[in-house]
């Protein structure tokens, strides 16, 4: 029992020297300085791994901008893209590697996480890593390399610049709504015309009951009774809206061009973050529910909680990322017939 306390803490104390190394990734930090003037932003790496806006004692909101985040976001960017090809079937090989890669980045992110829970991070490292993440190498064929360019119109600073535009919103957001409203109205004119007609254009093919709860979180925002949805809907609009006219000035392409490839790179995004997010809460609400029962709660009762837990934590990802990429094909499809 003893060998394997050191052994934890010797992983611990490992991994926090590896994962609390400052890298630029090249642009992060021209970013902040660009767009993030009136917000208090560090750029760090960390274990925490999510951008995310901080209310400080004082009141004010701090910016935290994870590089670690960006480092996974990097490797899953680079890896999803082959799965956008269009023969697959001719490249298996180089899917399985995909999976692995992917599969690997999603344990060592829970690594990272899982720092509350140290002997849940050893196991990880040790069982499912063997001790240090591995990845296959790969090389880049013409169309993954737009999926890694480092170019300002490329999908990597494209991410950046949503994340950040959205964070930057989320601060001004709170500051004054009603800087807002115009896109309030916006956005509840597209959900109202979804709801009304059970319009299914990004979600056709989902099951009868993801469905049932999309329409229901339409029909929260319609009434009022989510504004944390509604906050996450406006935040992201508006970061798209700002970022598409970034690009239409940077940009000798199309307007066609510019708004399919920005929502590619969006759903690619939003999709990263959901399902890091959906996987950090269920490991944490597992752990939580395992804490209980070993400290002598009712199993079933546990059970219970833990089930609800997973499916609002599924629901509550799963609903924002749809409805955010549902505005913006809509959006997108109007200014596609406008541009026709």
Request: charged share 25%; proline share 2%; glycine share 2%.
């Amino acid at each position: 029992m003893m060998t394997l306390k050191m052994d934890i803490e010797q992983h611990i104390s490992q991994y926090k020297e590896q994962y609390w190394q400052f890298t630029d990734d090249g642009f992060s930090s021209i970013l902040l300085e660009s767009f993030s003037p009136n917000l208090d932003t560090k750029v760090i790496a960390s274990t925490s791994v999510f951008p995310e806006l901080v209310k400080l004692s004082d009141g004010s909101y701090h910016l935290i901008w994870d590089m670690k985040y960006w480092h996974f976001y990097d490797i899953y960017m680079r890896y999803a893209a082959f799965f956008l090809r269009g023969d697959l079937d001719e490249k298996k090989d180089a899917v399985s590697l995909c999976q692995y890669n992917i599969r690997n980045m999603i344990f060592e992110f829970l690594v990272c996480t899982m720092g509350e829970y140290p002997l849940v991070s050893y196991c990880i490292a040790r069982d499912v890593l063997c001790g240090n993440p591995s990845y296959n190498e790969m090389h880049d064929d013409a169309i993954c390399k737009r999926f890694t360019s480092k170019e300002l119109t490329g999908k990597p600073m494209q991410s950046r610049m949503f994340v950040l535009t959205h964070e930057v919103y989320h601060h001004e957001f709170k500051n004054n709504q009603t800087l807002f409203n115009e896109d309030i109205s916006t956005i509840k004119q597209i959900l109202h015309h979804v709801y009304k007609d059970k319009i299914e254009v990004t979600f056709a093919f989902f099951t009868e009951e993801a469905k049932a709860i999309l329409y229901d979180a339409i029909q929260s925002v319609l009434n009022d009774t989510s504004p944390v949805l509604l906050e996450e809907i406006v935040c992201s609009y508006r970061a798209f809206i700002q970022l598409y006219f970034m690009n239409k000035k940077d940009s000798d392409d199309t307007d066609g061009f510019i708004l399919r490839d920005l929502i590619e790179t969006i759903r690619i995004t939003l999709q990263f973050h959901s399902s890091l997010s959906l996987v950090h809460e269920i490991w944490d609400s597992s752990i939580r529910a395992f804490e209980s029962v070993t400290n002598g709660k009712n199993v079933e009762e546990i059970g219970d909680w833990h089930n609800k837990e997973k499916s609002l934590a599924m629901r509550k990802f799963f609903v924002r990322s749809e409805i955010v990429y549902l505005i913006i094909v809509f959006h997108s499809i109007t200014a596609l017939s406008y541009f026709m």
